[in-house]
């Protein structure tokens, strides 16, 4: 699948949590402070379709669309892009920035460990 824009990925968020929408359900559903016309969300589904992100098919005189992309998938696929630009393909410096950069709460250091003693077991 070719990569999709941050706008684009708002529109298959909208998709992921509830499908098959019409056009004007997911301009109801886009997120507000995008302030997006009804243009540009009938734009953004266009691209996604042709981009094989999202699917259509005709219901009377619209078209309903639907997620041909999993949201792991899509998440899983993003991650690693965004590991390997990073931080050379390696999780591990991405964990030490956090921890530097104190961006990593009490709970988040906890779910970390708790997590990690899962994989050793």
Known sequence: MERIS????AVMAVLWDASPLSAQDVI???PAERGWSAN???TLL???V???AVAHEEDGNRYLYRPLVARGDYVDGESRRLIDRLFGGRLTPLVAHLAERDALSNEEIAEIEALLKGLKS
Do not use: I
């Not at 941050?6 to 990925?9: I, L, P, V």
């Open 50 to 52: 042709a981009k094989n």
């Open 6 to 9: 941050e706008a684009e990925a």
């Open 28 to 30: 109801k559903r886009a």
């Open 40 to 42: 540009t969300v009938k």
């Open 46 to 48: 266009a691209r996604l």
